[in-house]
């Protein structure tokens, strides 16, 4: 069954084609990976879906219905939670609060009961800050919850913004080259992260990726994109065979000199 | 503890009045204060909390003022309702036409702002402080020219008096605390972190499920309530209101005990306050006579030595006492990790 379906989506700035006619269907559990060369239009797909830039053109369905013109926070109440490219977290505010800050949706009290301070705000409130304490513990963050999360290394502020993405409690995940800027250690870490929480939410995963062991090693099915179109789409041996990537990454040419 | 530190603050200032301890003009220094603080608190939960530039706060403390005299001018005397307490006189009935009016000034003000703020709050950024400055300028228009609004004298720019001068020492507290209190049940809820996620990174509260433009609306009518009740307390404790007051280059007054306090402390606005108060007036006193005007040389120099010395404010990322956010400890339950 599939969880996402994007169909003809098509993205202009004036008169640039950043997305044209793109088509993408990510099943139930599956984990998918999104790949191309810089300035390809990844982005621009995941900001698509996520509310951030209206779409030009074309159908998105998530989970059975069109969330085509919904606000982002609106996706997100759906069920889309995503990280960002280059890391966005709340920096000056402590671990547990970045996490606190995702289950807002689901605090279950309002205004009311904060100004008057009234039961349901202080059983509701220990509630949420006992979840979001157990889920920094999920990602062994637990000793942590106080500091700064600009303070935390790179590779934990990582750590932490796929924690955020995951307490908002999403059917599908939207990693935004979640590997960038990582070492090789680091890398892997983040790899026995993705597989961890898969298998523990239950979660289906659509990743950008840049650097291709990631993406060859976790990914099930990867679509590729050049210039806003879908080049070629297929599992991760097919696509590492496949000439017009390897024309898209390395140059026309590439393919006989390297056979020559 | 918190209510007998309250209220043992109020006592004791209010005996120092009762004896005449100190003047009535330190005594009113002191209620205005009290005034400025509440506005000051509005603007730090806009821009300091929420990180929105509102330069319109002094407009709404003008309307709520206005609102409030109309009201008071108007029905005050027609309710005097006098009530012996043997050791002082308390006229219930302009009291509680009082009340009335400053809440009507306040809800005035919520109401405008949210018309106001609804369409603007979506532009965001730097589009909003220009937009709030030009309400700002518009109402200090409005107020110059209106002779008559409503059913009271504003005699425009002459000057509106007779206003029932009710501000009191326990009011002018009474509603402080209860600002400080409904602020600080409010940050420290889902609310305020909804409101703070919008200061931290517009882009990712929207990611996390947070609908910042109604966020932001929020804190912008809770403020500019504040500058309304503010602005009906002022009304009441000179008993005159001049359209200069609510010139927009004193709205600057606030933005300085913001800055100066801390941006984002509730601590730092209170404190800032009447350091800032007593600073001004503490210079007239001790300044050499002949020489009062050189406090705006020497209040200069001493902001700007804070800032050079403590860029973040006074109590910036502080807050003291009941002030200070709830600890959550970690908890010593051992979760199942892995696998």
Redesign the interface.
């Known amino acids: 069954m599939s969880l996402l379906k994007i169909e003809h989506l098509s993205k202009f700035f004036g008169g640039l084609k950043a997305v044209s006619n793109f088509d993408l269907t990510v099943d139930q559990g599956s984990l998918v990976g999104l790949i191309g060369p810089n300035g390809a239009g990844k982005t621009t797909v995941f900001n698509m879906v ?1 509310g ?1 830039y209206p779409i030009s053109d074309g159908t998105i369905e998530f989970d059975g219905g069109s969330i085509v013109g919904l ?3 609106q996706v ?2 759906q069920g889309i ?2 990280t ?1 490219q280059n890391i ?6 402590s671990v ?2 970045n996490v ?6 689901h ?1 279950g ?3 009311k ?5 009234t039961s349901s ?1 202080e059983t509701k ?1 220990r509630e ?3 979840k979001a ?2 889920f920094l ?2 990602f ?1 963050l ?2 942590r ?1 106080d500091e700064r999360a600009s303070s935390l290394p790179y590779g934990e502020q990582r750590r932490l913004e796929i924690a ?2 995951l307490a ?1 409690e999403p059917k599908l995940l939207l990693l935004d080259e979640p590997a960038a800027g990582m070492n090789p250690n680091e890398v892997k870490s983040l790899m026995e992260l993705i597989h ?1 929480i898969r298998g523990r939410f239950d979660l289906t995963i659509l990743l950008i990726e840049h650097q291709m062991r990631v993406v060859m090693g976790i990914c099930e099915w990867i679509t590729v994109m050049d210039f806003g179109e879908v080049i070629a789409r297929g599992t991760p041996k097919e696509i590492q065979g496949n000439p017009k990537v390897i024309e898209a990454y390395l140059g026309r040419g590439a393919l006989a000199t390297g056979k020559g | 503890m918190f209510w007998v530190a309250v209220a043992a603050i109020f006592v004791v200032v209010q005996l120092i009045f009762s004896h005449e301890l100190v003047t009535d003009y330190i005594q009113t220094v002191v209620q205005f204060a009290c005034v400025m603080a509440i506005v000051s608190l509005g603007l730090n939960l806009i821009y300091g909390f929420t990180g929105q530039f509102s330069l319109g706060q002094w407009g709404f403390y003008a309307i709520g003022a206005y609102a409030s005299a109309e009201i008071t001018y108007t029905f005050a005397s027609r309710f005097s309702m006098p009530v012996d307490l043997g050791f002082t006189t308390l006229d219930l009935g302009q009291n509680a036409v009082f009340l009335v009016s400053i809440l009507v000034g306040a809800i005035l003000s919520a109401i405008i702002s949210f018309v106001f703020g609804l369409p603007v709050l979506k532009m965001g950024g730097d589009y909003f402080g220009i937009a709030t400055l030009g309400f700002t300028m518009v109402v200090k228009v409005l107020a110059d020219n209106s002779d008559k609004l409503f059913f009271a004298e504003m005699k425009g720019s002459r000057g509106m008096v007779g206003i029932p001068p009710l501000t009191t020492w326990l009011w002018a507290f009474v509603f402080l605390v209860l600002a400080l209190v ?1 602020m600080r ?2 940050i420290y ?6 409101m ?2 919008v200061r ?2 517009e ?10 433009v109604r966020y932001k609306t ?1 804190a912008f009518v809770i403020g500019s309530f504040y500058a309304g009740l503010a602005g009906g307390l002022y009304a009441h404790l000179y008993a005159f209101l001049h359209p200069s007051t609510f010139n927009f280059l004193k709205s600057f007054d606030i933005w300085i005990i913001v800055v100066f306090g801390g941006v984002g402390s509730i601590t730092g606005t209170v404190i800032a306050t009447f350091g800032w108060a007593a600073l001004l007036e503490g210079l007239r006193i001790f300044l050499p006579s002949g020489t009062e005007t050189w406090r705006f040389v020497v209040y200069p120099i001493l902001l700007l030595l804070v800032m050079l010395l403590r860029p973040q404010g006074l109590f910036g ?1 502080m807050e003291l006492g009941f002030l200070k956010p709830p600890k ?1 400890p ?2 010593q339950k051992d ?1 199942p ?2 696998n």
């Open positions: 996520t951030i606000e982002p926070y997100t109440q939670a995503r960002f966005r977290l709340f920096p000056t505010l547990l609060d606190r800050i995702a289950y807002h949706s605090a009290y309002g205004m009961d904060a100004v008057l301070r705000f409130e949420l800050t006992e304490q157990d513990a999920v062994n637990q000793d919850q955020r993405a908002a961890f | 409904v049940n409010v809820s889902t609310v305020g972190r909804a703070v996620s931290e990174d882009i990712a509260a929207k990611a996390m499920g947070i609908d910042t929020l990322g959550w970690r908890r979760v990790t892995e």
